[in-house]
């Protein structure tokens, strides 16, 4: 994960940068012991920060059926959205990787729905290094409701 805004910084510059890093990072540990991942072996867990303060884990759950398969950022925000969030302002993600691993790009278009101020740190839960970004930096030039209201505002002169 490197790119402009990205920054290789460990978990005590984390903690620093976001108070609630240790709580998010503890939650998202616990849930990629509880990932399921039969078929790429690849345990991922991960924590959001809802706008109310409350935080949300998820975790990745594979299907023989790829397709069905979700990540677990997906899934801690489906979970922040299920009981009742609105906003999004961090997101925690766990590999099991010496070099933490970014999310997706499924992963980073779902986190954009809710802003491009969100922070993103990829963490290692096999060593201290934590990947630290703004969801703008990860993914810039983002596909969201502006693009559709465009299109929309588009036709109707049409």
Known sequence: MTGTGVQLIDRAEAAARLPEFEGLLAMALTAQGRARAPYSNFHVGAAVLGGSGASFPGCNVESASYGATICAERS???GAVA????AIR???VVTPTVEPSSPCGICRQL???FGPDILVFAASSLSDSVYAARL???LPLTFGPRNLAQAEARAVVE
């Open 76 to 78: 801690a925000v489906v």
């Open 83 to 86: 009981a009742g969030e609105t």
């Open 90 to 92: 961090a997101c925690v």
């Open 111 to 113: 986190l954009a729905e």
């Open 136 to 138: 703008a930096d990860l």
